[in-house]
């Protein structure tokens, strides 16, 4: 859904609900711990969501400047086929947040932006070999994140 109450204004929401399950579950060749039909999809949150807002303003003859902040949500995933429970992912809360200035000529834009700022460590991927190994490992993204960067059309 997007809402633009005024040119410079826009208001954005989305939500996503996933009601995926496992109906058959047949033998799997060399695959010693079995997949039940229990087990959730990996990657897959029940529930999902978003909303934000950007906001535009002209600066004379400089160009423009644009704000913008988003959240996004959602419920908890697995990061393993077999839902090792060390690789289960809980809710997730995002904050991401970027302000853009785009020069009048419209040759260059310069952002300076924070993706996750409120510093949320969760899984991103995963694997797991209790049986043979005893281990799972996990991979876990870098965090709060801040930038800069510069496009150049030409």
Do not use: C, K
């Not at 970027?98 to 991103?124: I, K």
Request: hydrophobic share 40%; aromatic share 12%.
């Amino acid at each position: 859904l997007t809402f633009a109450p005024m040119d410079s204004l826009s208001l954005f929401a989305g939500v996503g609900y996933v009601d995926a399950e496992y109906t058959d579950i047949g033998v799997i060749p060399g695959v010693s711990v079995p997949i039940q039909e229990s087990y959730m999809f990996v990657n897959t949150p029940e529930w999902s969501g978003n909303l934000g807002a950007e906001y535009s303003m002209v600066l004379g003859d400089m160009g423009d400047l644009t704000l913008r902040a988003d959240y996004s949500y959602s419920s908890e995933v697995a990061n393993d086929a077999i839902n090792t429970p060390e690789l289960i992912e809980d809710d997730l809360d995002l904050v991401n947040l970027r302000a853009t200035f785009s020069h009048a000529s419209g040759m260059w834009d310069v952002s300076v932006y924070g993706n996750n700022v409120t510093d949320e460590v969760y899984l991103v991927s995963g694997n797991a070999d209790l049986v043979n190994t005893g281990f799972s490992v996990g991979n876990y993204t870098r965090g709060e994140e801040w930038g800069a960067s510069v496009t150049w059309r030409f």
